[in-house]
């Protein structure tokens, strides 16, 4: 799958195609509804299937102290997209220039230097300065400049809309079982692993630390966890998601997994984490033979719930 920058023209084997249109920072069920619809059509039409997304996201752009709330890299959305059969993942920079396009610009450069064939979006999509454009506005814009637009309705699911925000809040209150169920797969957290103090090491149970960089916080405490390392090997275990409050001067967020049967070198490598249940909540312990024994019940309990 090509992955293509939205600030320019489009390769002519790609233009005409389908562009799904939104940010699809999650690609839970909604966005699922939504890039599928532009992937049948663009193939009932004999069309390339381009997914488009944008960078940075706009509540970073336009509030960017906003705290950590992103649920997928570009390369972990890249990866979905490709699975979901798209030929093409289109970024649009989000900069001053697209934060202030018109309406009518936006749909002029989606049919000039993007070429698109047609759009398919979410109904509560909104564009251009101001966000002065909807859905209605980029039907009729589309009819003006030469493409077609499709809206897909909001997938519920318990009675309720499924967004990333409701995905949000599942993992802050510590249910990851519950996120899954929108995502249709595990929160997972991609880093490269760092050396730390090895104080893990020490204790019995050596973790692979990554840093949760721009990732959403989950909240904090002990999860039954699955690795996937660089060459597809799959591992079960259990980490610590926090500050680690029992070690002092230890205050950065970390997302420490310990591998279970596992004693190979990951430093250095690039691994995706990926949480599926939640065990307790970070604790502060009165020293370290106490948290030694809560963290051997804690990796029993990981075993337990990845095996069952």
Do not use: C, W
């Not at 049948?40 to 509540?59: N, Y």
């Not at 997209?81 to 993942?89: E, H, K, P, R």
Request: proline residues 6%.
């Amino acid at each position: 799958m090509e992955r293509l920058d939205g600030g320019s023209p489009v390769p002519s084997p790609l233009r005409g195609g389908i562009v799904a249109l939104g940010n699809f920072d999650g690609f839970h069920l909604g966005h699922q509804a939504v890039i599928g619809r532009a992937i049948e059509r663009a193939h009932g039409e004999g069309r390339p299937a381009i997914v488009a997304t944008f960078d940075p996201h706009p509540m970073r752009y336009f509030r960017p102290d906003t705290p950590a709330f992103r649920l997928t890299t570009l390369d972990q959305r890249a990866e979905l997209f490709a699975a979901a059969s798209a030929d093409a993942m289109l970024i649009f920079p989000f900069d001053a220039v697209l934060a202030g396009m018109t309406a009518d610009a936006f749909a002029r450069h989606l049919a000039g230097s993007i070429g698109a064939g047609g759009v398919v979006t979410g109904t509560d999509f909104t564009f251009g300065k101001g966000r002065e454009g909807d859905v209605a506005m980029l039907a009729a814009l589309g009819r003006d400049h030469g493409f077609g637009v499709d809206t897909v309705a909001p997938v519920t699911l318990d009675g309720e809309p499924v967004s990333s925000s409701r995905i949000r809040r599942h993992l802050i209150a510590g249910e990851p079982r519950e996120a899954a169920r929108l995502l249709t797969r595990p929160f997972a957290i991609r880093g490269t692993v760092e050396h730390g103090a090895k104080l893990g090491r020490q204790l019995g149970y050596p973790t692979a630390n990554l840093d949760l960089a721009s990732y959403l916080r989950p909240r904090y405490g002990i999860y039954a966890v699955r690795g996937t390392l660089p060459d597809g090997t799959v591992l079960m275990g259990a980490a610590n998601l926090g500050v680690r409050p029992t070690i002092e001067g230890a205050p950065v967020e970390l997302l420490e997994p310990f591998f279970f049967d596992f004693s190979g070198d990951l430093y250095g490598q690039v691994i995706e984490v990926a949480l599926i249940d939640f065990l307790r909540p970070e604790a502060k312990f009165d020293d370290l033979d106490a948290l030694k024994a809560e963290m051997a019940k804690d990796v029993a309990r990981a075993r337990e719930i990845l095996t069952s």
